[in-house]
């Protein structure tokens, strides 16, 4: 009887014990399938608001490159402003009045003039003639045609007024307006005007500033790991230094920009808003977490590998620089593209250093000013344009491809190289 007493008691702890496993899996499960639903909404939220920005509406003008209204010898001092409003003016010759025509001037951006500036200056023998050029529209006719500015509400609470709307359909049933590939975002700098607004300075000064940070704290951060894991003592000064890096990486990034601000740019008088000072911090940023997964790989290294190559005569330097890394390298890559990714996402310690200005130059050297898509991003969030909003999420889907592509690589690498002992 008192057997079957406990069997029946270890049948139900049993009973109870799976129980309560299935509802671990089962929470688990929702958490994951929580998780996933909110990414998939982020991400489908920030599309939504940011593939248009990948097409841009143009409008074809006939403009006469008057001969009178430019220097030969100088195409570059011309009046192309009033080239462009007078072929506005034949496109729509019932608009009168100076109210009316200020009006229709502003169908297109202002960026039209300088284009044609641009192609007068590449090709001379074009004074005289009379050319046919598509255009940038004004971000106001953008975002009226891509729908984001309802035409049927009232017209008090639009930007665009009745009478501009049906100069837009007069010129669409003229056939001279249209969407095209918008390789404007990709080829230009930051700008005030939306339909000019590009993210190739951005991303010029994301590439400056992680080559500097890469060229800086990968050599570093593996030197500290191997020097840490193989060749020094175990003392206290190393106990100091190991609890020193493990604090190091949790601390907020914010601060690193406040020493960068501090000493490369207060005491050395290095550049503001470079790229040079802004590798500089990110690689103190980063070192630790080099450091960590570096020390990782390392450990990961069987003594075997370590034991077989002292028995063969190799000094401690040989075993190391030999066998010991090359094994590890596949882990110290893994973690140093982690850590370069979490670099090219950083805002706050570049904020410090004064990346965070309006740069409309592309940068072409270490110490031009330049921004990073980050604080690109930070800027153009913070721009009351309707237009700016399509900017700022196409530029966080171009921010976060190449996340996913750094974090992809880290993967690649360590399953294609990774041994398994």
Known sequence: MSRLRTIDVVQGGLKKRYRFERLFRRLGLAAIILSLAFLSLLFISISMKGYTAFVQTFISITVHLDETKIDITNPGKAYYGSMVKEALRNALPEVQGRRDKRSLYGLISTGAEYQLRDMVMANPELIGTIQTVWVPADDDVDMLLKGHIDRHSPESERRISDKVIGWIDDLENQGV????????FFSSGDSREPELAGIRGAAMGSLYTLLVTLAIAF?????????????????????????????????????????????FINFFGLPRSAPLVGGLVLSLMTLPTIIIAGRAALKAVPPSIREAALGIGASKVQMVMHHVLPLAMPGMLTGTIIGMAQALGETAPLLMIGMVAFIVDIPTALTDPAAVLPVQIYLWADSPERAFVEKTSAAIMVLLTFLICMNGAAVYLRRRFERRW
């Open 177 to 184: 307006i249209c969407k095209k590939f918008n390789t404007t």
């Open 219 to 263: 050599p570093l951060g593996v030197g500290a790991a191997v020097y840490l894991e193989e060749f020094a003592p175990t003392n206290r000064w190393t106990d100091i230094i190991e609890v020193n890096i493990n604090n190091l990486a949790a601390v907020p990034s914010i601060i690193f920009g406040l020493l960068g601000l501090a000493m």
